[in-house]
């Protein structure tokens, strides 16, 4: 099993080839908005690191939101193109609940992400839609919260539980919580 993780959801840089038992090759770093600068050259170092070609891959997988409207674009965009030209089946895998399945969580099962102006990307418990909360809720005290680097052993258990199953989308589609910053201020 060779599958391609990229996240780009958060100011984090997230890039792997994740294999049953390891993480091959792995890439975080901090893309301070650069996202779409950065992310198919570091797509290939982690490729070539793990001595993995595309025609090698057996599924990519991708953080589908919710985080930043644009870096969710840049990569699910990214990951779609990249399925175009190599066909292998997808994995969207959902921020809030690679949070809560996270180590750095414990046994929390509410996650939050901070979405900027005073606001938090809140799931409460898998299986209920994603909601926008204020940063003063306090139901958001006791959440589990963190950038994809905090969460990446989440995300990773949740892609080989995900293709050890056959779970496979037939689409990558977003996960927005809330409208563009652009759309926002054209009211």
């Known amino acids: ?18 294999r049953e038992r390891d993480v091959v090759s792995v890439v ?3 893309a ?28 990519y997988a991708c953080a589908i ?4 409207f644009t870096g969710i ?3 699910v965009s990214t990951v779609k193109g990249y399925q175009t030209a190599i066909p292998r089946p997808y994995i969207a895998i959902n921020c809030l609940q690679a949070i809560a399945c996270s180590e750095q969580c414990g046994s929390r ?3 939050v992400i ?3 102006n005073g606001y938090y990307f809140a799931d409460y418990a898998h299986g209920v839609a994603p909601t926008l909360i204020g940063y003063d809720d306090e139901r ?10 905090r969460y990446f052993d989440g995300a990773v258990s949740l892609v080989r539980k995900r293709f050890a199953q056959g779970d496979f989308d037939s689409e990558l589609d977003p996960l927005y919580i809330r409208r563009s910053q652009a759309e926002e201020n054209r009211k």
């Open 1 to 18: 099993m060779n599958i391609l993780f990229a996240d780009t959801t958060t100011n984090d840089l997230v890039v792997a080839v994740i």
């Open 28 to 30: 975080v770093r901090d």
């Open 32 to 59: 301070d908005r650069r996202h779409s600068e950065l992310l198919c050259a570091e797509i290939d170092r982690v490729l070539t690191q793990a001595g993995v070609a595309f025609a090698d891959l057996d599924a």
């Open 65 to 68: 939101g919710p985080g930043s």
């Open 73 to 75: 674009r840049i990569g």
């Open 109 to 111: 099962k509410s996650a």
């Open 114 to 116: 901070d979405a900027g």
């Open 140 to 149: 958001a005290v006791a959440a589990g919260r963190g950038s994809a680097s």
